[in-house]
């Protein structure tokens, strides 16, 4: 059984940083595309990562890009999201999900569109005030 189940979300002022976890069970972190996803309040679900690790590299949307950085420890299997400068848009619920068909090597490619990913988790709030 396959499950993900983030943490770290918190609510802070502008320009502060946050460090997210996802902690994953069934799956291997380095046998996988990994990808974190947010929703922003009153909004749908990005269809795009914000940012994926995979055995092929990193990729991020252009609204996080120098800001967020994605990493995996493949020991703890867990992904984790670094947020610095956060800004208020970046309130959301962020939620980390696998694609197990892909890992990024053996000739397989991550991608960053949330239907590729067949696991998600819960999610978890982070809120950035002015």
């Known amino acids: 059984q396959v499950r993900l189940a983030e943490s770290g979300g918190d609510s802070v002022q502008a320009g502060e940083s946050l460090r997210l976890t996802c902690t994953i069970s069934?799956?291997?972190?380095?046998?996988?595309?990994m990808g974190w996803f947010r929703q922003a309040p009153g909004k749908e679900r990005e269809e795009f990562a914000i940012?994926?690790?995979?055995?092929?590299?990193?990729e991020y949307d252009d609204s996080v890009k120098d800001r967020f950085t994605v990493s995996r420890d493949n020991v703890e299997n867990a992904v984790y999201l670094q947020m610095n400068s956060l800004k208020p848009e970046d309130t959301a619920i962020y939620s980390c999900?696998?694609?197990?068909?892909?890992?990024?090597?053996?000739?397989?490619?991550?991608?960053?569109?949330?239907?590729?990913?067949?696991?998600w988790g819960q999610g978890t709030q982070v809120t950035v005030s002015s």
């Open positions: 940012a994926m690790i995979g055995n092929d590299g990193t």
């Open positions: 999900a696998a694609d197990s068909r892909r890992s990024g090597s053996d000739g397989t490619i991550c991608y960053r569109r949330d239907f590729m990913y067949s696991y």
């Open positions: 069934g799956v291997s972190v380095n046998n996988a595309c």
